[in-house]
């Protein structure tokens, strides 16, 4: 027992001598991590504290662990000082800090029409309301903008700690563009209209079409319509209400005591009654009953009853019940027609050769210049008397100004009066140049029609068959008609 213990002592003898023997561990400098956060925009420092007596971390220190993990942008140099003055160890500090990029703006759209499915009564420039006008057509003229476009922006480029660029993010174009005739300025900025028409806008496209569609009636749910291009109405016009159109109209229904006006031809599939119509082009309806018609270019109907009609060029009325009865027609050229009159001797008042605008014209002259003619004289006998009494130095402000006045006014009506006596004349030469129409029938002119042909009248005492009326050596004149 005894040896064991001092065995024991022994080993314990030796490894302290061992101990006091073996030289101290080395020291450790502090050890500088860089940590760069994923998108590189900021650079993290963890320092790791020195051993054994080893080095503090120094501003130099710091310096090139970050120049050797490539941090060379945004970096704080006050902090690295301070870490290097009071050194934070085991934490994560931030030492450098990226320019974030900034992304692009995403374009956007103005539209300048109204898009509001909700039909509502128009205001008129005195602010009362027109409860027939709904606003149901969008129309635009040709050059007229329909959409301000701002434009995507680039974005900024932002820059990462290791002094590399960060691209941004474009922003998307305007979710717009233009459609059927339509177009953008160079710059994108604006759509306009190439044509006169209706805009809508459908998905992304703005398109501006020629023609607008009425699907049912032009009622109380449409209100009235005016269009600047063409207008196909597959209803009917009820009564009181107005459609227009600058180019051509359509409409398969009835019209019944309403307005039409267009600029190009008008096609009434079904008939029109107790309307007014103008049209500036060609005229064809199924029938035409108590209706005031002013056409400029050719009309045709299957009859004509108890209306009044100016026709600029051909009158053709044709078909099973083919008459014109009752009312007037002023034709510019040929007027054919069945049946003209009634057998009960409805009065009937037809008048050739002359376009209808052309003859207003004529009359308005005519009624005007005696007017003038009047006023003139009138003036030159002011005109005198105060001009004789200037001679005699008797004239005061009032009275000056007062002849002034009437010189200006004389001058102004002789030039009137020139220049409507020049249009007469051109007019006159103009109806005689034109030449005169023919009535064409085939069938009877009934006693009570009256006819004017150029000057000359004629009423029809008896019926006439199967003839030809026309103008010959300044008399009216018919003839059979084969």
Known sequence: ???????????????????????????????????????????????????????????????????KNKVTYGIDQKKIQALADKPLYNRDILIAKGLRPVDGE????????????????????????????????????????????????????????????????????????????????????????????HVVFTGAKIVVNKTFYVSGNVDNSTGSIKVLGNIVIRGTVLSGFTVEAEKNMEINGSVESAKLKAGGNIVLRSGINGSHVTCFGDLSSRFIESCDITVKGSLKSEYIINSNIHCGKNLEISGRRARFSGGSCVVGKDLTCPIIG?????????????????LERQKAIIKELPLLRKQSGSLKQLQTLLEQLEEQNRLDQEKKAMLQEVRHNLESITEKIAADTKELEEINQEIETYGYGKIICRGTIYPGTFIKIGAEKMAVSEPLHNTIVFLSDGEIHSSPAF
């Open 1 to 67: 027992m005894e040896h064991n213990d001092s065995i024991v002592e022994e080993s314990e003898k030796q490894v302290l001598s061992e101990e006091e023997q073996s030289p101290p561990p080395p020291p450790v400098d502090a050890v500088i991590n860089v940590i760069i956060s994923g998108d590189k925009l900021e650079a993290f420092l963890n320092i790791e504290p020195p051993e054994n007596g080893g080095a503090a971390p120094t501003a130099r220190t710091i310096a090139e662990a970050l120049e």
């Open 106 to 197: 995403d374009g956007s759209f103005e539209l300048l029409f109204n898009t509001e499915k909700k039909l509502r009564p128009k205001e008129r420039a005195d602010g009362t309301v027109d409860y027939q006008d709904l606003g149901i057509v969008n129309n635009v003229r040709k050059d007229d903008p329909l959409c301000n476009i701002t434009l995507p922006t680039d974005g900024t480029e932002g820059v990462a700690v290791t002094g590399e660029k960060l691209l941004p993010k474009k922003g998307k174009p305007a979710p717009v563009r233009p459609g059927q005739n339509t177009e953008q300025n160079e710059q994108g900025t604006v759509i306009y209209s190439k044509i006169n028409g």
């Open 342 to 358: 009634a057998d009960s001797g409805a009065k009937t008042y037809l008048e050739l050769g002359t376009i209808p605008e052309i």
